[in-house]
């Protein structure tokens, strides 16, 4: 696998294992600057370890992991700066929101006399200006995810980690927020990898699926989404292609007719 | 007609909030505790006579110490040592519990002895200290720094070690410096710990000092209660350590129960 200039993560060979234990045998893949990906997989394929590893928690047991072509692990003080969205908000609760913002911009190079403005503006695009002065907690489970989203793109990051981010919401505010998450890739441009147990989500944010195998996993395939945008979260061929994936997975992650409906 | 009368009388009534209900009965069961309280110690006063002291001739001693200098002196030197065995016991408690909960080596070597200084009794402390350093102010602050420390290391070690590891990924992930992330997101963390350990701490601390005073010390509000135990003036024990007693929890409760609510008003 050769990376291109407009490679943003290249993963090659990644292997981890927990002592003797493997939780990924062998990962493959990159991600291009601007793509919007879902990284797909059955319960205990690895997801973690790999979410882990590329976003520098985690070193990799073997193999290589470059963001800009440069070695995400012992980069030193050029390592990449990184956006995560976690499944949890994991805001500082002590600190208002600005505060939280402006935490991460104190770390990152983003020059202190455009914070206000940047902070602003992304909390007008995410509709949450007027709760920057709020502590997290007098904010609702969907308004502190889409702070942890402006937090991960305040930062100017070469790629944004997104794990399972809306798995803890009720589904009206999931929706509402998938439709905006889209919207905002759109307008920024950023780079999502996007970690989901749904296939529906998977297939209406993402252009590319990574569907990885049972533990421990490899690519099972490359998926491009075939919908055009601006798309329904309804739009019967969304289901259509959802059908597909289910099909093509039935094998490599066992899925009986039953399990089927459970992934559906 | 008079079904429909009946639920707008239940609709329209007023009800007493909880919260006001609360009130009341958290007031009436303290004047409630206070009279009884009271009415043991008017007994006993009666039927103990002359060791247990009247409730009138209490108040009278309190008036007496209230304008006397020799008890704000004696106050002042007390609180002195108070402040000094709590800062101390405080701070190497909580920077123990903090090393502990953070480093498994360093818990590895500290819980054992952790172990071992929580099932000493306090006054062994005390005695050891006496014997090894005398009857001067060293001995008083090493006893109850040596005390104290102990419960203060062990409420904050459970606390580093129950942290929100989240917390850690997210500032390691954002690239946040660890001296940075533990000012931001592990010390804030720790404030409702540190807060109960601070409460342990300064209640424990008042009360050893007394003793401490009380055993080896020829001045302070301990030395003054039992010089008066000494002489049988059981009003001016009973007196002095009211008077003593109220000033702690008015400190207890104005002082750090301020700070808590400052501490943690993003809980609000």
């Known amino acids: 696998m050769t990376g291109t200039s407009d490679t943003v993560l290249k993963v090659e060979g990644l292997q981890v294992s927990y002592g003797s234990i493997p939780a990924i045998s062998s990962l493959d893949f990159e991600i291009k600057r601007g793509e919007f990906v879902a990284i797909l997989g059955p319960s205990g394929c690895g997801k973690s370890s790999m979410l882990n590893v590329i976003s520098g928690l985690l070193p990799p047991t073997r193999g290589v992991v470059e963001v800009d072509s440069r070695p995400l692990y012992d980069a030193g003080r050029h390592a990449p700066k990184l956006g995560y969205v976690f499944q949890a908000h994991r ?69 944004i980690l997104m794990d399972e981010p809306l798995s803890t919401l009720d589904e009206v505010t999931a929706r509402s927020l998938r439709q905006e998450l889209s919207g905002i890739w759109a307008r920024t441009g950023a780079t ?43 739009d019967p061929r969304i289901a259509e292609v959802e059908a597909d994936i289910i099909r093509r997975v039935e094998h490599a992650w066992g899925l009986d007719p039953i399990k089927q409906s459970e992934v559906a | 007609m008079t079904l429909s009368t009946s639920m707008q009388a239940t609709t329209l009534s007023p009800r007493p909030k909880a919260g006001t209900m609360d009130r009341n009965i958290r007031i009436l069961g303290a004047i409630l505790a206070v009279a009884s309280l009271f009415a043991i110690w008017t007994t006993l006063s009666i039927t103990v006579r002359p060791w247990v002291p009247t409730p009138y001739d209490t108040v009278l001693a309190m008036g007496r110490h209230l304008t006397s200098q020799g008890f704000y002196a004696n106050l002042f030197l007390t609180l002195g040592r108070i402040a000094a065995a709590f800062l101390a016991a405080s701070v190497i408690g909580a920077a ?84 940075k992330a533990f000012w931001v997101s592990l010390v804030p963390q720790l404030v409702p710990a540190l807060l109960t350990a601070a409460r342990f701490s300064f209640a424990l601390s008042w009360k050893l000092v007394v003793v401490v005073e009380a055993i080896g010390q020829p001045d302070g509000i301990g030395a003054s209660i039992f010089h008066s135990f000494r002489l ?12 003593f007693i109220l000033l702690m929890q008015l400190l207890e409760k104005g002082v750090l129960g301020r700070l808590e609510k400052r501490l943690l008003r993003w809980r609000q």
């Open chain 2, 96 to 179: 123990l519990g903090i090393a502990i909960g953070m480093n498994r080596k360093v818990e590895a070597f500290f819980q054992p002895l952790l172990a071992m200084a929580l099932a000493v009794p306090d006054p062994v402390f005390i005695i050891f200290a006496i014997l090894a350093l005398g009857t001067g102010e060293a001995a008083g602050f090493v006893a109850l720094t040596l005390a104290v420390a102990p419960f203060v290391s062990n409420i904050v070690r459970s606390s580093v070690q129950a942290r929100d590891k989240g917390l850690d990924e997210m500032t390691r992930i954002y690239r946040i410096p660890s001296d």
């Open chain 1, 192 to 234: 999502i990898v996007f970690v989901t147990h749904s296939i529906r989500e998977a297939v209406y944010l993402a252009d590319r699926i990574i569907i990885l195998t049972r533990g421990p996993s490899t690519v099972f395939e490359n998926y491009h989404v075939p919908i055009a945008r601006p798309r329904a979260y309804d």
């Open chain 1, 91 to 159: 805001l500082l609760p002590w600190r208002t929101v600005k505060q939280n913002l402006e935490l991460v911009l104190a770390a990152s190079d983003v020059p202190r006399d455009q914070w206000e403005d940047n902070i602003d503006r992304l909390l007008d695009i995410l509709h949450i200006g007027q709760f920057k002065n709020s502590w997290p907690m007098q904010l609702s489970g969907g308004q502190r995810q889409r702070v942890s989203i402006a937090r991960a793109l305040l930062v100017e990051p070469s790629y």
């Open chain 2, 232 to 243: 049988l003036r059981m009003r001016d024990v009973v007196a002095i350590a009211i008077l």
